[in-house]
């Protein structure tokens, strides 16, 4: 898979974008979804990565940065055509080795609780991420799970 700092140009990564949103929306409550929109996602803090198998999109993830050394992961996607098929993983992967060697400490996570978002969970808890409590702008909310990694 081809992983690129992403422009947020295609249409075959809007149309992806605005499917993430659509669910996050009918499986959360209004005020619990922090999901960013495009707008959003092209603010400079913020780096957009997809990830291409011939030409065809196999999912995305952002990474926020809230300090020198602590990221956010935001959008994280995987396309309907490749679900099961590792794509999380490698962006995952992708991301956290940039991460490291970009002198990021900490990475966090905010996903949802309700069982749709269970693999999510089990995912990032297979590459060592841990619950935590709410970190940057996040407070509790019963929605909401919270983790993060320590890449120290």
């Known amino acids: 898979m081809q992983i690129k700092i992403d422009d947020l140009s295609s ?20 005020e619990s979804v922090h999901a960013l929109d495009v707008d959003a996602l092209k603010r400079p803090e913020i780096t957009f990565y997809s990830g291409w198998r011939e030409e065809v999109l196999q999912g995305c993830l952002a990474t926020k940065r809230l300090s ?24 995952l ?21 309700q069982s749709y978002f269970e ?4 995912l990032y808890q297979k590459f060592g991420f841990c619950y935590c409590g709410p970190f940057g702008s996040y407070s509790e909310d019963p929605n909401s799970r919270f983790m993060t990694l320590d890449l120290k």
């Open 93 to 113: 992967e992708h991301v956290l080795n940039l991460s490291k060697q970009q002198g990021v400490q900490n990475v966090s996570l905010e996903t949802g609780s």
């Open 119 to 122: 693999p999510a969970r089990r």
């Open 68 to 91: 020198s050394d602590h990221v956010e992961l935001k959008s994280m996607r995987t396309a309907a055509v490749a679900r099961n098929s590792g794509v999380a993983s490698t962006l």
């Open 11 to 30: 249409g075959e990564v809007l149309a992806l974008l605005e499917e993430h949103l659509k669910d996050m929306y009918a499986t959360s409550p209004a």
